[in-house]
């Protein structure tokens, strides 16, 4: 991740050229956010036209909508805070981080990907929180234990199929190599579905450089590259595809509650479990409303609407509602470290392999 | 006299004030980061990112689909434009409207909808089911030049009608006259005057097919065929984020670009004509009758069918349908969407009002200024005038992520005193810029055919400047800026790239909408908001119709 510094510095040199004087700005963070505060705020006050006693957030979120959109107003309610929200993938809200980086807005970010929160922490973009509320319960292996970053729940990956075009699911990853499936499968794109890469780093990372024969199968086998995972997803709704490969479950399952001809199975052999987690950005103008809003998203009451948007809940107290439970799920021993390392070259050698 | 110098100057010099700050200097605060990568300054940076990526076989991908979407937006429009300048059938005038609508449609919705149609166990095959065979030739390389065509001829068709009509009927009766053959007439006098205007076209057609997104990230996709603005996005939207190699890219293509737009422009100053003279003219329009007029109305027919009647039909179906895994059936159809799209108070509701106040300010402002810079470019070759014909095409040859980008850049930077980033005007000045080269254009084509004795005509009957402006020059420039109007409140309406980055969180317009509900797996509802706000831009549209029936144009 040293390429994000280099962006970083070389962004403080143009400011530089332009007025010195930001250079100090950047260099030393809470001066800078201090100076940059006051224009902010007006410039807020101007779009929002109100301000509330309890003051407000902005939050960057990845993911389903109605989930977050549940999370805001339930917080919003508990705190009279008015919450602004900007909502998109992973690669989108980074990109809006990237872009408003020499004036940052956002307080809390929640990404789908631990990597790229992974990266965030090593970039020093976030503020630790080590006294949230319930931080102890969450899953150790996907959550900082200094309090960086919050995985505050997670999917699993499977094989997403067309139950009126499958009647027997295939039962392990390989099997979609097979001629059965020829010209059948979609797998979303790694660079633009996070889930995704974690699948495929995390598979690398237990079967090393033998792991990738399973991908060049899928390549020969006619499997598509297809978009994001929702882009994937859709072809084999309507039929125009049999399963996905790496799909995320939780769209499988709402779109199955929904009445859709879908199902999903965990092959045996192991899976990869995909945290989301949730960071306060060390630029937040609202450091307070931050820290109360990850108290939030790790209580009781948000971690149920966790799962009733059929997520795996990241606190491991809290049972899953009308899926398979975290327990049930049969998964690698992935590397994390292993992962965030070695996530821009995998994503761009699965492209090659699927070009 | 002096005066009317002063102030032409005092007008270049604020325009060429206005597009310096609006568009220069973003783009080259973005090139700035593309040759700045590594804390020293290093010119082949840009350079080296595109022969480190073996992309040489990407941009010829992207010039040779932007030929060839040349090519068949030609075919498409050049007989439309003839039929509907030419003939009765130009009384027709909600064709027009009907035409509009591909535009309106932002491009991933036209690819989704032709894609819904044609594939596997898609709409055609529920209903005939031995149409398997045309699914997978659809799905190839012409395939996509056909629906990028059918997306972009209103382009090239709305210059080429303007410029037909111009022309009017003396000209080609004095070949007639003097004994010309119809085939004579066409490659001697049409064809000769409309190159100016075509060269136009063709360039913005081929621009937008190689700027474009929607279709390449939806269509290519799936056949495999990748272009520069899938490479571009790549590096912007998705992890890891590297605006320096983006723009690495972007100036390629914007070179590119800058190349086929010196090829025009000399093409255009070769071939233009005055032809809007103090003469009166009068179109001659033929009347069509037999076997003529019916293969006419068939193609025009056939056009509707393919750029409206097909993707149309899959949008509509989708946005109707209660389970989309349960196919084409009486029952498998439902309402509910459209009721909760316009739920009063609703999140969609409230973007569709957005994007209405938005793209009704954008188009404004837009014909405004653009009006203003086309009439300070005017005829003259002078080199400011030059600067300001590439400033305001600019936004054009640049993919509308990168021009977006740099504004932020511009406008978010501390330094900068005003602060616009995450406002409403933010978005607004965003619209402006990226489609200010439609007004200009379209302004443009009309302005350098005004013959200038028309105004001294004026002068010489005691006319003052803004008699002669009111009176002489805005009837004659007036059919360029509703084109120009309409073309620009018709794109922002439908804006997506751009709103993506730049709407203040929690505001929304239809746009990102529609492709909120496609990423959250709501594709009905999605559907929907399409046939909504393409509805309401229609209605919009033909309202302003009504109002202009009266064309003034050829009446003097």
Redesign the interface.
């Known amino acids: 991740m040293s390429q994000w510094k280099l962006r970083k510095k070389s962004a403080v040199l143009l400011l530089a050229s332009v007025m010195s004087l930001s250079l100090f700005g950047c260099g030393n963070a809470p001066s800078g956010d201090s100076a940059a505060k006051p224009a902010q705020d007006t410039g807020k006050a101007s779009a929002s036209g109100s301000t509330q006693a309890g003051g407000k957030l902005v939050l960057y979120s990845a993911g389903p909508q109605k989930l977050a959109d549940n999370i805001v107003s339930g917080f919003e309610a508990k705190t009279g805070v008015k919450v602004e929200m900007f909502q998109g993938t992973t690669g989108k809200i980074l990109a809006r981080m990237e872009a408003e980086k020499s004036n940052p807005v956002a307080d809390v970010v929640i990404l789908a990907s631990l990597p790229s929160a992974q990266a965030l922490k090593a970039d020093g973009l976030t503020l630790p929180y080590p006294e949230a509320a319930n931080a102890d319960k969450l899953n150790k292996d996907w959550s900082d234990a200094e309090g960086n970053y919050f995985s505050t729940s997670a999917s699993a990956l499977g094989i997403v199929y067309n139950t009126n075009l499958v009647s027997a699911p295939p039962q392990s990853w390989a099997d979609l190599g097979l001629p059965e499936w020829k010209d059948a499968v979609n797998i979303p794109d790694p660079t633009l579905s996070g889930s995704a890469l974690d699948f495929i780093t995390g598979y690398l990372s237990v079967k090393g450089e033998t792991g990738w024969k399973l991908f060049e199968d899928y390549k020969a086998n006619g499997t598509a590259m297809a978009g994001a995972n929702q882009e994937a997803l859709d072809p084999v709704i309507t039929g125009a595809k049999s399963l996905v490969a790496a799909g995320v479950d939780y769209m499988a399952y709402s779109a199955k509650a929904k009445g859709e001809p879908l199902d999903i199975v965990y092959p045996e052999e192991g899976t990869v479990v995909s945290p989301r987690p949730a960071a306060i950005l060390k630029s937040s103008p609202n450091v307070d409303n931050a820290k109360a809003f990850i108290d939030y998203l790790l209580s009781d009451e948000a971690q149920k609407l966790v799962a009733d948007a059929y997520l795996i809940p990241g606190r491991e107290d809290v049972e899953a509602e009308g899926r398979t439970n975290l327990k049930d799920i049969p998964v690698f021993k992935v590397d994390w470290a292993w992962m965030n390392e070695h996530g821009d070259e995998t994503a761009a050698r699965f492209s090659e392999v699927f070009k | 006299m002096d005066s009317q110098r002063l102030i032409r100057k005092m007008g270049v010099i604020l325009a060429l004030f206005l597009l310096i700050i609006s568009i220069g200097v973003p783009l080259l605060?973005i090139f700035?980061?593309s040759v700045?990568?590594?804390?020293h300054f290093d010119w082949l940076a840009p350079l080296r990112t595109i022969a480190g990526h073996e992309l040489s076989g990407v941009l010829l991908q992207s010039i040779w689909l932007g030929v060839c979407v040349v090519a068949g937006s030609t075919i498409l429009a050049l007989p439309l434009a003839w039929m509907m300048a030419k003939t009765r059938l130009g009384q027709h005038r909600w064709v027009d409207v009907i035409l509009m609508i591909p535009f309106m449609t932002p491009p991933y919705i036209g690819s989704m909808g032709w894609i819904?149609f044609m594939?596997?166990?898609?709409y055609l095959q529920q209903w005939l089911p031995g149409a398997a065979k045309w699914s997978d030739s659809f799905f190839s390389f012409g395939g996509m030049v056909l629906i990028m065509s059918l997306h972009l001829f209103p382009f090239l068709y709305l210059l080429l009608r303007d410029a037909l009509i111009r022309i009017g009927g003396n000209l080609e009766e004095a070949g007639a006259v003097h004994g010309a053959s119809a085939g004579y007439r066409f490659r001697k006098i049409i064809l000769p005057l409309l190159l100016s205007s075509y060269g136009m076209g063709a360039m913005l057609v081929f621009v937008k097919t190689i700027a474009e997104f929607g279709t390449p990230?939806?269509f290519g996709?799936?056949i495999?065929y990748?272009v520069m603005t899938s490479e571009i996005h790549?590096y912007?939207?998705?992890?890891?984020?590297?605006?320096?190699k983006a723009t690495s890219l972007a100036s390629v293509l914007l070179s590119v670009c800058l190349v086929m737009w010196y090829m025009q422009s000399t093409i255009s100053r070769k071939f233009t004509y005055r032809l809007v003279g103090g003469k009166g003219q009068r179109s001659k329009r033929y009347s069509l009758r037999g076997s003529k007029g019916a293969l006419c109305a068939l193609y025009i027919g056939l056009l509707l069918i393919l750029s409206v009647g097909i993707p149309y039909f899959s949008v509509i179906v989708a946005s109707l349908m209660?389970?989309?895994?349960?196919?084409l059936s009486l029952d498998n159809l439902t309402l509910d969407h459209y009721k909760e799209l316009l739920s009063w108070g609703s999140v969609s509701q409230k973007a569709l009002g957005n994007s209405l106040g938005l793209s009704l300010a954008a188009s404004t402002v837009a014909v405004l200024l653009g009006t203003g810079f086309a009439l300070v470019i005017g005829k003259s070759q002078g080199r400011m005038q030059r600067v300001i014909d590439l400033l305001s095409l600019l936004p054009n040859t640049v993919p509308g992520i990168v021009i977006v980008?740099g504004l932020?850049?511009l406008w978010?930077?501390?330094?900068m005193p005003v602060?616009?980033?995450?406002?409403?005007g933010m978005v607004v000045l965003t619209y402006v810029v990226l489609f200010l080269p439609y007004t200009v254009q379209y302004v443009k084509a009309s302005f350098t055919q005004i013959d200038g004795t028309l105004f001294q005509a004026g002068q010489v009957f005691g006319g003052g400047p803004l008699l002669i402006l009111r009176r002489i020059l805005l009837p004659l420039i007036m059919p360029g800026m509703l084109a120009g109007w309409i073309m620009t409140f018709t794109i922002a309406s439908r804006e997506l790239v751009g709103s993506?980055?730049i709407?203040?969180?929690?505001m929304q317009t239809s746009a990102t909408y529609i492709f909120?509900q496609?990423?959250?797996?709501q594709?009905s509802l999605g559907m929907a908001m399409a046939v909504v706000s393409v509805g309401m831009t229609v209605l919009l549209l033909l309202l302003v119709e009504a109002m202009n029936s009266k064309r003034k144009w050829n009446a003097s």
């Open positions: 605060l700035w980061q700045y990568p590594d804390q819904l594939q596997k166990g898609g990230a939806t996709r799936r495999g990748y790549k912007i939207s998705s992890w890891p984020i590297d605006f320096g209660k389970l989309r895994g349960a196919g980008v932020i850049l978010n930077a501390p330094w602060t616009l980033y995450n406002t409403y993506l980055l709407l203040p969180p929690s909120a496609f990423e959250q797996g594709v």
